[in-house]
């Protein structure tokens, strides 16, 4: 069925309406960031206004008070950890349990109590979450990398269980007629066609690991172990804010994960719709 572009309209008034709210509520907070990231302290009576003249010494400031590399190095290492450990061993558990699940009450059972987990906010099990990692050592950088693989399981398993329901079982019975192991099928045949899937849980692992403050806070003590959102606070102090130097670390916290979701994006959007193809 051909459709006749002459009689599409378009409501030209609400796009631009949109268009605008759009630029208000994304680029808005992103100028007001920039600009007084860029001004001296004697500037700061119109945070509005474009600084008379650039203070980039702001962002020295800021690399040197947050101990920028130390911090930068520990949140990198917990988030690619998480990563790879997040794509071996959820999508090892996503293919375990949707090819099981409809003859094995036990794989049921799990499906459904990793995905109930999603339904939980983390301030419920925040305290008793901080006794157990404190009882069992695991308040440090390799302790919380721990917690972030097993805290988006829920998550993840729902999101490859949706994808690998799209894939054939003929793909499992022809890899077992040439002498697979199920292992073998997984890694040999499945979690190849896994990429899309892949490509969009790292992406959100990612972001997710990189922009979390709330389990560092409560979990990392030491400031040695701290990441890039914990070293924010050093520019509160009892009775003033440096505003312009938090702001102008904003930005340098803020560009890592900014370039990975410009060069990543359309990995979002195609993996999410290839498992919203069967729930």
Known sequence: MVTNKKNIKYNWPMTILLILLAAIFILGPLYISVVIALKDPS?????????EKFRLQNFVDAWNMTDYPRKFGNTFFITVINLVCTILTNSMVAYAITRNKDHSRLFRMAYYYFVSAMFIPFNVIMLPLVKQASAFHMDNIYGITFLYIIFGLPMNTFLYTGFVKSLPKALDEAAYIDGCTPFQTFYRIIFPLMKPMSATVAILSFMWTWNDFSMPLVLLSEEKNQTLQ?????????????????????????APILLVYIFCQKWIISGVTSGAVKA
């Open 230 to 254: 914990l070293a924010q606070y050093v520019f509160k102090g009892q009775f003033n804010t440096q505003y312009n130097l938090a702001f102008a670390s904003y930005l340098l916290v803020l």
């Open 43 to 51: 500037d700061m009576a119109n945070v509005l206004a474009w600084p």
